[in-house]
């Protein structure tokens, strides 16, 4: 029998780098984009057609103009510097007109106003965004959009004072109605008493605070809004809105109540079934056929309603599906918990339902700011085409067709991104799995 004799090792072998083939750039590109031949086809002509987009982009934008009083300066100056041959981009026509693009044609000595609101703007949605700030400042963030009203669009401070008053009318008229009727029709009788203030209270009374003590600020018409001013109001306003509407269509699509439930889906299918670009034709020419005479129902403010109950059909249906993911035992949690039906859906059902539902309702958002260029079929100068026409058809720039389309559509671009970067965020902070 043979003797076998044990081999125990005493030391480890020193560690050794992987061969070149299977560390670093050359591995990443073998299992990427070389992988198989089909692959390795498809990388060289995506890699032929990129290089042939970078021989033409790459010079027109390094032979730039920033400098510029018109469009026949600027191609002079790109052939005395580059040769008569070369073409650039002549930027100096954004550097002309910042100022339309911003605000449109709003006043130029009252342009503090809107950097004020946009600024305050900030402030309020801080609250929103990020939970970790003190609640106390969600009070601000609740009188921001009256303040922001006053600012932008001038006239006596009294006026949005006394709107917000119609509001505390609301919720009074609601917290001593909803223990003894129920939140649905203490809801409705809050309505009701609001809407009585703002017909038959709200005019009087703000004409006689201002009589009294005439404070205000310089009246700007609707006309002089646009550019990107006029896309975050009509934006931000709408997305503030339609997200607690959204919200309410969603529980009323799924509400036991036959006439609530009707409702909800005859509106949202309503709408969903109507282009946009039609309901804001209704808001621009229709709707006042249907008002008193000589009644003075803002554009922007029919624009910002009509646009809010579009993305709010929208977002129901987003809810909807979040509602309809979750489990039945959550409902049954909350039953067993003795909570009432308000109560499980606000502290146990739509938490959820909003967290799996944050992609689908950001998604929902970025569409409805990029759909704020719409507007310019109405008559209102939006950064992308109205603005644009205006500045293309001054003669200095005539012929000016890349550059103001790119700056317009980056702007677009750096708020999207930003909502859908937050949104990803907040997906983050909220998962509470470990997959």
């Keep these: 029998m043979t003797n076998f004799t044990p081999f125990v090792r005493s030391e480890m072998i020193d560690p050794r780098e992987p061969p070149s083939g299977q560390q670093g750039l050359v591995r990443w590109a073998r ?26 982009i790459v010079p027109w934008l390094m032979h730039s103009v920033w400098n510029a009083a018109s469009l026949s300066e600027c191609n002079a100056i790109i052939a005395q510097t580059w040769g008569p041959d070369a073409t650039g981009a002549c930027w100096a026509m954004v550097r002309e007109r910042w100022h339309q693009y911003t605000y449109g044609f709003y006043p130029m000595d009252q342009y503090w106003r809107p950097n004020l609101a946009f600024v305050l703007m900030l402030v309020a949605l ?26 932008l669009w001038g006239g006596t ?33 809050g309505l009701l008493a609001a809407a009585a203030w703002w017909l038959l209270v709200q005019t009087p009374l703000s004409t006689a605070l201002h009589s009294a003590i005439p404070l205000g600020l310089r009246e700007v018409d609707s006309d002089q809004f646009g550019g990107f001013l006029l896309s975050i ?52 020419l229709l709707l006042q056929y249907f008002l008193p005479p000589e009644t003075n129902f803002d554009i922007i403010l029919r624009v910002i309603i009509l646009v809010t109950l579009f993305a709010a059909a929208y977002i129901a249906e987003v809810i909807r599906g979040g509602l309809a993911a979750l489990p039945r035992g959550q409902y049954e949690a909350a039953d067993a918990l003795g909570l009432d039906y308000w109560q499980a859906q606000r502290l146990i059902i739509m938490p959820q339902a909003l967290k799996i539902s944050i992609p689908g309702i950001v998604s929902s958002f970025i569409g409805l700011f990029k759909d704020t260029t719409l507007v310019a079929f109405v008559g209102l100068m939006d950064p992308l085409k109205g603005i644009t026409a205006v500045v293309r058809a001054d003669i200095n720039w005539k012929g000016i067709y890349w550059e103001p389309y790119i700056f317009a559509g980056a702007i677009f671009f750096l708020i999207c991104f930003g909502m859908s970067r937050y949104s990803m965020w907040l997906e983050r902070k909220l998962k509470t799995d470990h997959r």
Excluded: C, H
């Design 157 to 189: 401070i009294w006026a949005p004072i006394v709107v917000a008053l119609g509001f505390g009318v609301m919720a009074l008229v609601f917290r001593f109605a909803s223990p003894k009727l129920g939140v649905p029709v203490g809801a409705g009788v």
């Design 31 to 56: 299992e990427n984009l070389f992988s198989s031949p089909a692959n390795s086809v498809l990388t060289v002509l995506g890699g032929l057609a990129i290089l042939w987009l970078l021989m033409g």
């Design 233 to 284: 109001v009509i934006g931000i306003t709408a997305i503030s809105a339609s997200l607690p509407l959204g919200i309410l269509l969603a529980l009323g699509r799924q509400s036991d109540m036959l006439l609530v439930k009707s409702l909800s889906v005859g509106f949202i299918e309503f709408i969903r079934g109507v282009p946009l670009i039609t309901l804001l034709f209704t808001a621009s």
């Design 126 to 151: 801080a609250p929103v965004l990020f939970l970790s700030l003190p609640r106390k400042m969600m009070l601000f963030s609740l009188s921001f959009p009256f303040i922001a009203y006053w600012l």
